[in-house]
């Protein structure tokens, strides 16, 4: 079983900044095309970031020019760089591994889940 495993949030001021990471011990992340989700209470989960294999990578409208996704193959690492956060990024975020090829943006497209990392973004 494929583990993934979030850290990094946490509490931040609006216009601040966090950084979060997901751990894929032992899973090469080389191979695989890996996202972030969040889900606020009352809503669905919904994508945030998307970096496939090609190195080719896709935002939430909502972040774009705020949150960068990086990739470190050789910590089996995916980070999400968030910048100018605002209080609607109060959220669960998720890591996301093992694109099936479908809407990256969709949960159903991915069979690997972490267990999430809060984060609360205050006015």
């Known amino acids: 079983q494929v583990q993934l495993v979030e850290s990094g949030g946490g509490s931040a001021q609006a216009g601040g900044s966090l950084r979060l990471s997901c751990a894929a011990p032992g899973y090469s992340t080389v191979s695989d095309s890996m996202a972030w989700f969040r889900q606020a209470p009352g809503k669905e989960r919904e994508g945030v970031a998307h970096r496939r294999i090609d190195g080719s990578i896709y935002y939430a409208d909502s972040v774009k020019g705020r949150f960068t996704i990086s990739k470190d193959n050789a910590l089996n690492t995916l980070y999400l760089q968030m910048n100018s956060l605002k209080p609607e990024d109060t959220a669960m975020y998720y890591c996301?591994?093992?694109?099936?090829?479908?809407?990256?943006?969709?949960?159903?497209?991915?069979?690997?889940w972490g267990r999430g990392t809060q984060v609360t973004v205050s006015s």
């Open positions: 996301a591994a093992h694109w099936t090829g479908g809407m990256w943006y969709s949960a159903e497209s991915y069979k690997y």
